[in-house]
């Protein structure tokens, strides 16, 4: 019996490890603090995640507490988030795989304006930093998020 269950402990312990191995650190998926284009400090908190080779993300935390019960207010009318809460909401949508450590080909939601953007990201200086493209035809600007987990 003890024996099977130093086996079983390092069968597990084994399966951990290669589990945590196998974590691309140059995948976009995890959680990462959205900064503020002007006071550069955390905005928010965004869990992406990969499901079928599709990358999306969705508000977990809005870091002033003024603002937790934020609505998609600006969205617009035929957007099933307009008048939703913020936290909770998926706000990333669609992006898949367009070479290393880029995805592209999906939506970006801006809820402070209800506005949607072409989006794209690319994973940066060795996975702690992810670059956010969000644009129309040519016009956009580009976020620096910061991984947390």
Do not use: H
Request: overall charge positive.
């Amino acid at each position: 019996m003890t024996v099977l269950l130093s086996r079983f402990c390092i069968m597990m312990f084994i399966a951990g490890v290669s589990t945590t191995a196998l974590a691309d650190p140059m995948s976009p998926v995890g959680t990462w603090n959205t900064i503020d284009d002007e006071t550069k400090k955390p905005k928010s908190l965004v869990r992406i995640v990969e499901k079928d080779g599709v990358i999306s993300g969705t508000v977990e935390k809005i870091v002033d507490p003024a603002k937790q019960d934020s609505k998609c207010d600006e969205c617009a009318g035929d957007d099933p988030r307009k008048g939703q809460a913020v936290i909770g909401m998926t706000i990333l949508t669609g992006l898949k795989k367009e070479g290393d450590n880029v995805y592209g080909g999906g939506k970006i939601l801006d809820p402070n304006n209800g506005k949607t953007y072409n989006a794209k990201v690319t994973v940066i200086d060795g996975g702690k930093k992810l670059e956010m493209r969000g644009s129309i035809l040519f016009l956009g600007r580009t976020q620096t998020w910061i991984r947390v987990d």
